[in-house]
């Protein structure tokens, strides 16, 4: 059950072009530039990354979502225009910074996806941590087409969802993935009925709230960077990581909840 959300308190800025709301420990960050179908602007991605870095003490979770028919249509085209190299290069810069908060951030990210998610709006939700689609959810890559490259970290996330290949395709065909493709592909973790991702996306992000802050940092930090390093250093990580882990109080408290017979236990779903 969602708890009632109410206006951000703890994020002392003004955003026009995101709605932000708290219930609980989850804030709902949601993409709010509907009549252009939530296209990144400048404005709106220095918006994301100033909530990013500073979400309020309590939050344990965070679901991003866009208003509107559409999550996001990507960049947006008309600033590009005219824009020269070096100006290019610290633009894509600071899509990373704000994307790297997403993902190396304090809290685990859930988005939740629905029509359009393309270009930088795929680059954006390939920074968050968990991918909810609903069926009228699409992906594309149109950068091929535009004559341009990915730049918000979209070559490095996506493939490691997707593999090379398959951006390849993407990106030189124009080939449009639909919402159960994108879940074969990786892309997404669940699909659900339309209008039904971001109350999924909710509901997850409440459930991931209640794990041990120590164990959501292990999973978005320790992992991805595991994935990236040889075996036999990240094994060393990952020795280093359990051991922090484990020796927390809160980690403690849960294991002898689990022998006492105080802890749930694992079983399937329903
Ligand atoms: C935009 C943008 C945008 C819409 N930049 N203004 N992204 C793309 O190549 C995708 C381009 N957009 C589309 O393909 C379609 O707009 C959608 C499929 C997303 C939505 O279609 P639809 O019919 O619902 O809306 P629309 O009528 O096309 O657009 C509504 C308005 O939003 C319209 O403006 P208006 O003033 O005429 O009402 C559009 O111009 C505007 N709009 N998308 C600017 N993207 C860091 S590198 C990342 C590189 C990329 O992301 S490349 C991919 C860019």
């Known amino acids: 059950m969602t708890t009632a959300f109410q206006p951000a308190s703890g994020i002392h800025a003004t955003f026009d072009l995101l709605q932000v709301s708290m219930g609980g420990a989850v804030v709902h960050v949601r993409l709010n530039r509907p009549a252009k179908r939530n296209a990144l602007s400048d404005p709106l991605i220095q918006q994301l990354h100033t909530c990013f870095v500073n979400l309020p003490e309590a939050t344990r979770a965070v679901v991003i979502s866009g208003e509107g ?3 996001c249509a990507g960049l947006d085209l008309s600033e590009l225009v005219e824009r020269d ?3 290019a290069v610290w633009h894509s810069r600071m899509w990373h910074a704000c994307f790297d908060a997403i993902q190396f951030g304090r809290v685990p990210v859930v988005a939740a996806l629905h029509g359009a998610v393309v270009g930088g709006g795929l680059e954006l939700a390939s920074s968050c941590h968990i991918r909810v689609a609903d069926r009228s959810a699409y992906y594309g890559l149109p950068e091929g087409q535009r004559g341009i490259f990915v730049g918000g970290g979209g070559s490095a996330r996506i493939p490691r969802l997707m593999g090379v290949a398959r951006m ?4 030189m065909t124009g080939r449009v993935y639909d919402a159960d493709e994108g879940l074969a592909v990786g892309l997404s973790q669940y699909v659900v009925d339309d209008g ?3 109350a999924k996306a909710l ?3 409440e459930r991931i709230a209640t794990n041990a802050p120590m164990s959501n940092f292990a999973v978005m930090h ?10 036999s250093e990240g094994l060393f990580t990952e020795s280093l990581m359990a051991a922090v882990a484990e020796s927390t109080p809160e980690a403690q408290d849960r294991l002898r909840a689990f ?5 749930g236990k694992v ?3 329903p």
């Open 69 to 71: 028919s559409h999550f």
């Open 85 to 87: 190299i070096g100006s």
């Open 168 to 171: 390849t395709d993407l990106m």
């Open 196 to 198: 039904q991702a971001l």
């Open 203 to 205: 509901a997850l992000a």
């Open 222 to 231: 320790a992992l991805p960077r595991i994935a990236d390093q040889s075996q």
């Open 259 to 263: 022998l006492e017979g105080r802890a």
């Open 267 to 269: 079983v399937k779903g």
